[in-house]
């Protein structure tokens, strides 16, 4: 249950009484016993103006402590401490981190964490890159990769996978989830995006739906499913809500790009092991 305690602002002043957090879940992961997780967007929050209003992105402009306030607030909801809801400092890379208490000092330059420690919350923030949740029912482990396009392309989802095999689990039992992320109608995409996934493989033209003029639309969501399909992946659920289209309820860096807005908050995603 989330902590509804009113905490005070920097200036003294309350901030708002908290707003239910209303997570997006996945079906799948729903139906595995012992789990928790949720795909959250940018309701439930204490941020303001772009941020509005839950905004858990450090690396943000926002004000230092409604962020904290934010993380917090999910913290509770998803039932760890404010300090093992952990999340890295994301670089658009293919590296997978395995971690088992909080981060010893900065955060960790990777774009995925594994754990099997019931106390770790292991997240993703995004602004319309994929947030993928992971769970092995039975070697009871969980992961949360970040897979934008780059990521997505350069095997960051294989890097996860290879860290909870080696953690015990197996790619036939382990469901994965494909959070709120940017939709194919929205992702308009140049020939030399398009050049980079041919010249890795011809059959990604799958993933490319024509545009006007020269452009295309990319489906990151079916590429980053396919990718891990060619895994074994037990079963892979696909969130159908574009962040790019529902601005009341993500944040957007294209739809801030867009607008010609300085900053834009960011989404968090997360997963814990009950048992």
């Not at 997570?23 to 309701?43: D, I, K, N, T």
């Not at 839950?54 to 039932?79: F, M, Q, T, Y």
């Not at 000092?105 to 106390?119: E, I, K, M």
Request: glycine share 10%; with cysteine.
């Amino acid at each position: 249950m989330p902590n509804l305690a009113i905490p005070f602002r920097s200036d003294g002043l309350h901030y708002d009484v908290p707003q239910a957090l209303e997570p997006v879940r996945s079906s799948m992961l729903s139906q595995l016993a012992g789990f928790e997780h949720g795909f959250y967007g940018r309701r439930g929050g204490v941020s303001s103006g772009l941020y509005e209003s839950l905004n858990c992105g450090p690396g943000s402009k926002d004000d230092a402590a409604a962020v904290l306030e934010n993380r917090r607030r999910v913290a509770g909801h998803i039932g760890v401490s404010p300090e093992r809801l952990l999340s890295a400092y994301q670089v658009h890379g293919a590296e997978a981190l395995m971690v088992d208490g909080p981060f010893p000092g900065d955060r960790p330059q990777v774009d995925a964490l594994v754990t099997r420690c019931p106390s770790i919350a292991p997240a993703v923030l995004t602004a319309d890159c994929a947030p993928v949740l992971f769970a092995d029912p039975s070697a009871r482990i969980v992961a949360a990769a970040h897979a934008g396009w780059k990521g997505a392309l350069g095997g960051v989802l294989e890097a996860t996978m290879a860290k909870m095999i080696k953690l015990g689990g197996s790619p036939s039992r382990i469901v994965a989830a494909i959070g709120p992320c940017i939709g194919q109608a929205s992702y308009e995409v140049g020939p030399e995006f398009v050049a980079r996934f041919m010249d890795a493989d011809s059959g990604n033209a799958r993933f490319f739906i024509p545009g006007s003029d020269d452009r295309s639309h990319f489906d990151l969501k079916r590429y980053c499913a396919a990718r891990l399909r060619g895994l074994g992946i037990g079963a892979v659920d696909i969130m159908a809500q574009d962040t790019y289209k529902e601005e009341a309820l993500f944040f957007s860096n294209r739809r801030r790009i867009l607008a010609g807005e300085v900053d834009y908050g960011r989404n968090i995603s997360a997963i814990r092991i009950l048992r």
